[in-house]
C-alpha cells in the first residue's frame, strides 16, 4: 500500500485550471521531485496536500487517513509538514531558540523560559543539518543558505514526536523549492541534507527548479504541465521523455552533464 495517495486533485482558479485532475502515489521512505514551468500548479499541489488551500474535489490520503478538510496544524499532529519557497524562520531569536520554540509549541506558558525548553533535541537537530556551531547566532545575521538549512530543521522539528526521539507517526515532509535561491556549493550541500532525512525513513515530496537538484537527488520524477501529470518516472526515463524535452526540459537538455 502506498504511503501517500493522490486522487483526481483539482483546483481552479476562475479560468485557469491550476491543478487538473492530478493524480500519483509514493511510498514510504521515497524521494519524489515535482517539476515543471512555473505557473504549471507545482504550489498549490503543495498548498493542498500541506492545507494552506482546499481543492474543489479529489481525494488526499496519508497511510490511509484521509487529509482533506484538516487544517495545517492537524495534518503535521498526522505526521505532514512542510517548508516555503523562502525560508520562514524567527529572525529575532537565535538558531537553538528556534528549534525550541517549536518543539515547545503548544507547551510554553507565561512563566517558562524558552532556554529551558528541549535543548537536547534542538541542538540534535542541528548537528544532524550542520549547524550545531551556529547555535547561538541571532538567524538575522546568518547567510542565507544555513537559513534554510534551519527551516528543515524547524519541519522535522514540528512533528509531535520529535523531542521523544522515536517516530510515533509515519513522516511526510513537503518541501517547496529547498534549493532555491542557492549557490551551487549551498545547493549541493542542502539537498545531500534532504538525501539523509529521506534515507531515514522520511518521505519527502519536493518542488525545484534546479535540475541537478532533481536528477541527483531524487528516486523518482512527477513533471506538472498546465495542471496536469505529464511523465512519472525514474530520473532517467523522465529526462527522456519527448513531451517533457519539448514543453520544459528543452530538447538539448544533457542528463550526463548534469549527473557529472
Known amino acids: 500500500m502506498s504511503a501517500l495517495q493522490v ?30 514551468p512555473n505557473g504549471a500548479g507545482k504550489s498549490t499541489c503543495f498548498a493542498c496536500l500541506a492545507g494552506q488551500q482546499q481543492p474543489q ?38 538558531v537553538l531558540q528556534n528549534l525550541q520554540l517549536v518543539l515547545s509549541a503548544g507547551q510554553l506558558s507565561w512563566w517558562d523560559r524558552l532556554a529551558a525548553r528541549h535543548s ?17 547566532a541571532v538567524v538575522a545575521e ?8 534551519l527551516e528543515l530543521a ?14 510515533e507517526v509515519p513522516r511526510l515532509l513537503l518541501l517547496d523549492e529547498p534549493a532555491a535561491g542557492l549557490a551551487p556549493a549551498e545547493r549541493q550541500a542542502m539537498m545531500a541534507l534532504v538525501r539523509r532525512v529521506a534515507d531515514s525513513g522520511v518521505t519527502v515530496l519536493y518542488t525545484e527548479h534546479n535540475m541537478d537538484a532533481v536528477f541527483k537527488v531524487a528516486d523518482r520524477v512527477l513533471v506538472l504541465i ?19 524535452r519539448k514543453l520544459y526540459l ?4 544533457d542528463l550526463p552533464q548534469i549527473m557529472g
Do not use: N
Not at 66 to 81: E, M, Y
Not at 226 to 244: F, H
Open 7 to 36: 486522487h483526481h486533485l483539482t483546483r481552479h482558479f476562475g479560468g485557469v485550471r491550476a491543478l487538473d485532475g492530478v493524480s500519483f502515489e509514493l511510498a514510504a521512505g521515497q524521494c519524489v521531485a515535482l517539476i515543471g
Open 57 to 94: 474535489s479529489g481525494q488526499v490520503l496519508w497511510v490511509g487517513q484521509p487529509l482533506l478538510g484538516l487544517s495545517p496544524a492537524q495534518r503535521l499532529q498526522q505526521g505532514v509538514a512542510r517548508t516555503f519557497q523562502v525560508a520562514q524562520t524567527f529572525e529575532a531569536l537565535s
Open 120 to 136: 537536547h533535541a534542538a541542538e540534535a537537530l542541528l548537528e544532524s543539518m550542520d549547524l550545531l556551531v551556529h547555535r547561538h
Open 142 to 149: 546568518l547567510p542565507y543558505g544555513f537559513k534554510k538549512r
Open 154 to 167: 524547524m519541519a522535522l522539528a514540528g512533528w509531535p514526536d520529535t523531542h521523544r526521539g522515536v517516530p
Open 226 to 244: 498546465q495542471g496536469r501529470l505529464m511523465a512519472d518516472g525514474r530520473p532517467e526515463q523522465v529526462a527522456q521523455d519527448s513531451q517533457v
Open 250 to 253: 528543452g530538447q538539448d537538455f
